[in-house]
T-cell receptor, first 114, second 112 residues
């Protein structure tokens, strides 16, 4: 089955700096890669996703890149702000016609200091 | 527009007790999922229901059972709770082909 590894486990940056979180996956048939943000005590929320027919996707200050050959994908956050502090999870799945089973990484705790 | 609703939010059980976690979604999604979240281990899939009338095991199904009662509701049952089942449980749903889950607010379960 799919296995997703995520690094680093913790990341501390100064406000305004960029942050990069990296994930690797094992199943070459995986074709859907979402990222979730979880604030303390809250539910995970989808912030951006990418499908395997696309190499990069941007949404304001966040972007995700995908390298299918190397089987890794990354989340990039630019101009970080204190409200970006949270735990971020990557995930991977095969997007079947009916449903998807997401396999999650172990999470990255991002701390943005003012 | 409630999304995915889970009950209860908190629960303390004694070892050996049973309980059912409830989950309901009002988005007409076909697929529903139960995950558990433990420190340092991310979210792990317990059971899922690809569509109404079907259920399948995920990565960590031992000690749990599920029921897809109808399209809206998907419950998770612990028949004989163990301390190893202390965790935060999340229910989620997704629509066919759309990508991404909508999560419920979670149930924090402690088994003593």
């Amino acid at each position: 089955g799919e296995n997703v590894e995520q690094h680093p486990s913790t990341l501390s940056v100064q406000e305004g700096d960029s942050a990069v979180i990296k994930c690797t996956y094992s199943d070459s048939a995986s074709n859907y890669f979402p990222w979730y943000k979880q604030e303390l005590g809250k539910r995970p929320q989808l912030i951006i996703d990418i499908r395997s027919n696309v190499g990069e996707k941007k949404d304001q200050r966040i972007a995700v890149t995908l390298n299918k050959t190397a089987k890794h994908f990354s989340l990039h956050i630019t101009e970080t702000q204190p409200e970006d502090s949270a735990v971020y999870f990557c995930a991977a799945s095969r997007m079947n016609t009916g449903f998807q089973k997401l396999v999650f990484g172990t999470g990255t705790r991002l701390l943005v200091s003012p | 527009n409630a999304g995915v609703t889970q009950t209860p939010k908190f629960q303390v059980l004694k070892t050996g007790q049973s309980m059912t976690l409830q989950c309901a979604q009002d988005m007409n999604h076909n697929s529903m999922y139960w995950y558990r979240q433990d420190p340092g281990m991310g979210l792990r899939l317990i059971y899922y229901s690809a569509s109404e009338g079907t259920t399948d095991k995920g990565e960590v199904p031992n000690g749990y059972n599920v029921s897809r009662l109808n399209k809206r509701e998907f419950s998770l049952r612990l028949e004989s709770a163990a301390p190893s089942q202390t965790s935060v449980y999340f229910c989620a749903s997704s629509e066919k082909g759309s990508g991404g889950y909508t999560f419920g607010s979670g149930t924090r379960l402690t088994v003593v």
